[in-house]
């Protein structure tokens, strides 16, 4: 079994982008490095797992990352709490779907039950006088790092991890003027994709495909008016300026969110934000996807989109087709992909240093955290 920890097997594209490779083939296919990447990324990292209108007062949530069941929801103050779904008498899971909660989490088994700061505050007929050494403190459940950040709710298996702020770099100041927690999702959608998940983002992060694939997408959000938005962070930027009316009009009868600046005001912003979530930001809506590994060679979008103001059902379907047709776009090309990697031997290719150095730079921040390296990449030196 290979093992993906050891620099050698990042040689390939540790190169600059003019002299780099793309991923092995392994990286889409091979269940071994499947398991690796679950343990190096999704298990020791942020990743993105829910929108934050998904959990309000109330509401609890759960997540399976890296193979682990997590529970999201907030205390009485609305901060967020994350916990392992476990009751910590027996280990019983504690709540199987998404609902509604009460001031309290109750274990289905036994009755155990913890307050929402995670604390055990009864056991009933447990007769507690007559075991020895049990303090209800030591008994609480297991937190987990959670937080906000670009309206989605991000969460970490790994109690060292750098905070979202520096995870990030400069994306928060860089996105500041829009006030996106003013944004409220509108409408959700989610698809099963027969394609690994780096082939999603991978798709999104390049605009190389863009005038074969999206016909309809190239006429509102043009190639040659594409460029380079990237700070320090562990994320991969691009900006569309201008971006345009389009022949429908898919999305100008929303009116642009307010204190705009001159640039937010004529621009779509396409952020990767490692590792699984993908953000459009134009000026009167975004889109969001989180990303959600299946197995090998498979995965599920969990796409929002949400707008500053309550738009009407007719603009709001008008804008989500337009979405919808451009996603299904992407996906049968990322399915393409998959199956020509996955068949047709491919053995590996080259990028295009205009086009995919945004790849070149999530390949390298994946090679980091398999490699152990707490780094934030560096932005662009203009």
């Not at 949530?61 to 009485?76: F, K, L, M, P, Q």
């Not at 039950?113 to 447990?126: K, M, Q, S, V, Y």
């Not at 008994?139 to 906000?148: A, I, P, Q, T």
């Not at 738009?311 to 337009?322: A, G, K, T, Y």
Request: glycine share 8%; proline share 5%.
């Amino acid at each position: 079994m290979k093992d993906w920890s050891r620099p050698e097997a990042w040689a390939n594209i540790r190169e600059d982008v003019a002299n780099s490779t793309t991923l092995p083939p392994e990286a889409y296919t091979d269940p071994d490095y499947h398991a690796q990447e679950r343990a190096a990324i999704f298990g020791k990292g942020w990743c993105g797992v829910a929108m934050v209108d998904e959990v309000p007062v109330g509401r609890v949530v759960v997540r399976e990352i890296a193979g682990t069941s997590i529970i999201i929801t907030r205390n009485d103050q609305g901060e967020l709490r994350a916990y392992f779904n476990s009751c910590s008498h027996r280990g019983t899971e504690l709540v199987e779907q998404d609902g509604e909660i009460g001031t309290v989490l109750r274990c289905p088994y036994h009755r155990w039950t913890f307050d929402l700061e995670g604390r055990l505050i009864a056991t009933p007929l447990f007769e507690k006088e007559l075991v020895e050494n049990f303090e209800l403190d030591d008994f609480g459940l297991r937190s987990v790092c959670v937080g906000e950040f670009v309206n989605v709710v991000w969460v970490s298996l790994n109690s060292d991890v750098p905070d979202l702020t520096s995870w990030f770099g400069d994306l928060e100041e860089r996105l500041a003027g829009y006030a996106l927690e003013r944004y409220a999702v509108r409408k959700t959608a989610a698809y099963t994709v027969e394609a690994d998940w780096k082939l999603l983002t991978e798709n999104f992060q390049e605009y190389y495909h863009l005038a074969w694939v999206h016909p309809e997408l190239a006429k509102v959000s043009r190639v040659d008016d594409h460029y380079r938005f990237q700070g320090p962070g562990r994320y991969c930027g691009q900006t569309t300026t201008p971006v345009s009316a389009g022949e429908n009009g898919e999305w100008t009868t929303l009116p642009n969110a307010t204190g705009l600046s001159a640039s937010d005001a004529e621009s779509g912003r396409h952020i990767a934000l490692f590792p699984n979530v993908m953000l459009t930001v134009l000026p009167n809506h975004t889109c969001t996807f989180l990303l959600e590994p299946l197995g090998v060679g498979r995965s599920r979008e969990h796409i929002s989109w949400s707008t500053p103001h309550d738009p009407s059902p007719l603009d709001l379907d008008r804008l989500v087709d337009f979405w919808a047709l451009v996603n299904d776009q992407d996906i049968e090309i990322c399915q393409k992909a998959q199956r020509g990697i996955d068949r047709g031997r491919f053995g590996g290719g080259r990028l295009s240093p205009r086009y995919e150095a945004s790849l070149h730079r999530f390949y390298n921040m994946l090679a980091d955290r398999f490699e152990g390296l707490d780094r934030c990449p560096d932005g662009d030196s203009n």
